[in-house]
């Protein structure tokens, strides 16, 4: 598996700054690339606890601020070869360095690997069911290896 270098429209937005020296537009564009199976217009933005609580409420009714939201504006479509996926996924800052420090992480791999998690949700994948769940996760691993990160699912 290597980077692939296909057609990327890619907006990344720092509401939250925090992250925004450490996290770079480059470091975020590298991770997304990794991912890409098709072309793909995305929007990765960086939000606080307060931003991320309201869009987890009001789009998913879970009203708490979760790690990663992905927003798939052509789901369940089926895409030609050089139609982009279109998508905007949400990190939340809070959630993001807190779970790091939980997991005994660096802000920069899990931030990899939400961004890596958030890409495939943006182009189909799922993990609603076991088998979906060992086909993504396997591919996320996969990933993350290429990128120069460990095991995002290894026990820490």
């Known amino acids: 598996m290597q980077e692939k270098n296909h057609p990327l429209d890619l907006d990344v937005q720092y509401p939250d700054a925090r992250l925004e020296s450490s996290l ?3 470091l975020v564009e590298r991770w997304v690339r990794a991912t ?3 072309p793909a217009e995305l929007t990765i933005r960086f ?3 307060a931003e991320g609580q309201t869009l987890n ?3 998913r009714g ?4 979760t790690n990663v939201l992905t927003f798939a504006y052509n789901e369940g479509e089926e895409l030609g070869e050089d139609e982009p996926t279109q998508a905007d996924i949400i990190l939340c800052t809070d959630v ?3 779970e790091a ?3 005994n992480k660096t802000v920069e791999e899990h931030a990899a690997h939400l961004v890596v998690h958030g890409v495939l949700h943006a182009q189909g994948y799922d993990h609603e069911h076991d088998e979906e769940a060992e086909e993504m996760e396997q591919f996320e691993r996969d990933i993350m ?3 120069g990160y460990p095991d995002p699912y290894a026990e820490q």
Do not use: H, I, N
């Open 96 to 98: 993001l360095q807190r």
């Open 145 to 147: 290896e290429v990128l």
């Open 62 to 65: 879970k009203d708490y601020a």
């Open 36 to 38: 890409l199976l098709g």
């Open 101 to 103: 420090e939980e997991q």
């Open 24 to 26: 770079t537009p480059a």
């Open 57 to 59: 409420r009001d789009y």
């Open 47 to 49: 939000v606080d606890s």
